[in-house]
């Protein structure tokens, strides 16, 4: 399994981003697939998952500014980021799991190096 994330940077608070993650080596249609976060000093959280029938659950703190989304013909897994806040601040990793239904989004097999995202006030 690789995971390979691009799209992180600096941008202002109220500012917009789009990570993107590419998939190889596994049968990335059928694995439920996720971004996390870890801010420094705390511990890395979930931020955002879909399973392979498209199903999508997020953090209650995302409150509709974040969107997951996958595409299976390109192997690519994105977050879309909008009204970027400070405490949004963290590096961000894209995670693999080939556990569906109940358990996507909280048993995750494989994670990428992640990519930096740092939000300006």
């Known amino acids: 399994v690789q995971l390979v994330e691009s799209g992180g940077g600096s941008v202002q608070s109220g500012g917009s981003l789009r990570l993107s993650c590419a998939a190889s080596?596994?049968?990335?249609?059928?694995?439920?697939m996720g971004w996390l976060r870890r801010a420094p000093g705390e511990e890395r959280e979930g931020v955002a998952a879909?399973?392979?029938?498209?199903?999508?659950k997020y953090a209650h703190w995302v409150k509709g500014r974040f969107t997951i989304s996958r595409d299976n013909a390109k192997r690519t897994l994105y977050l879309q980021m909008n009204d970027l806040k400070p405490e949004d601040t963290a590096m961000y990793y894209c995670?693999?799991?080939?556990?569906?239904?109940?358990?996507?989004?909280?048993?995750?097999?494989?994670w990428g190096q992640g990519t930096q995202v740092t939000v300006s006030s």
């Open positions: 080596g596994f049968t990335y249609s059928t694995y439920c």
């Open positions: 879909i399973d392979s029938d498209g199903t999508t």
């Open positions: 995670a693999a799991g080939w556990r569906g239904g109940y358990y996507c989004g909280s048993d995750f097999n494989s």
